[in-house]
């Protein structure tokens, strides 16, 4: 079965580390572009970061230098290492498949809670 | 960094009726544009790319239209399982960008 499941939030302090985790099944997280989107309780989506094919990374200003995305081809698997968190950093974190042809994110997982607090 | 606004925020619909969905882009994005529906407790699920492309699995009912600026999305005849919050997404310059989403609720 083709899916994503993500592991790793949880309850942590402001200025805390995490490490979330996404296993993908049923298709290679190397041979596309995986990205990391999250939603706010109550809000709307927020994009956060991407890993291409190749393995370069793009992340959004709002976590650029505290936030780090990275996969394990061995395990294919994807990371989001999350630092100096804040307490607008808490959201439901998802993983999500850009489609190779669709240029859109056609496979997401169930999602992560993580929750910052102050 | 392109500003997606949707509107309306709600709209309330009768089962049966038909809804029309608006996304305005700040800037031209072409026809890379996506739309998502979200039930609550859920994770997004794809409606379309392209602005038009129906995703897999989509029902005949939902459809895309428009490109540059202006993007529609329709449903023909609200079913009950319709009910729900809706994303557009343009992907077509970095950062990729969505709206505030339009939910959709039961008049």
């Known amino acids: 079965e083709v899916q994503l499941v993500e592991s790793g939030g949880g309850l942590i302090q402001r200025g805390g580390s995490l490490r979330l985790s996404c296993a993908a099944s049923?298709?290679?997280?190397?041979?596309?572009?995986m990205s990391w989107v999250r939603q706010a309780p109550g809000k709307g989506l927020e994009w956060v970061s991407v890993?291409?094919?190749?393995?370069?990374?793009s992340h959004a200003d709002s976590v650029k230098g505290r936030f780090t995305i990275s996969r394990d081809n061995s395990k294919n698997t994807l990371y989001l290492q999350m630092n100096s968190l804040r307490a607008e950093d808490t959201a439901t974190y998802y993983c999500a498949r850009e489609g190779v042809s669709t240029g859109a994110k056609d496979l997401w997982g169930q999602g992560t809670l993580v929750t910052v607090s102050s | 960094e392109i500003v997606m606004t949707q509107s309306p925020a709600t709209l309330s619909v009768s089962p049966g009726e038909r809804a029309t969905l608006s996304c305005r882009a700040s800037q031209s994005v072409s026809s890379n544009l996506a739309w998502y529906q979200q039930k609550p407790g859920q994770a997004p699920r794809l409606l379309f790319y392209g602005a038009s492309t129906r995703a897999t699995g989509i029902p005949a009912r939902f459809s895309g239209s428009g490109s540059g600026t202006e993007f529609t999305l329709t449903i023909s005849s609200l079913q009950s399982e319709d009910f729900a919050v809706y994303y557009c997404q343009q992907y077509n310059i970095w950062p990729e960008t969505f709206g505030q989403g339009t939910t959709v609720d039961i008049k």
């Open positions: 890993i291409y094919s190749g393995g370069g990374t």
């Open positions: 049923g298709f290679a997280v190397s041979n596309n572009y």
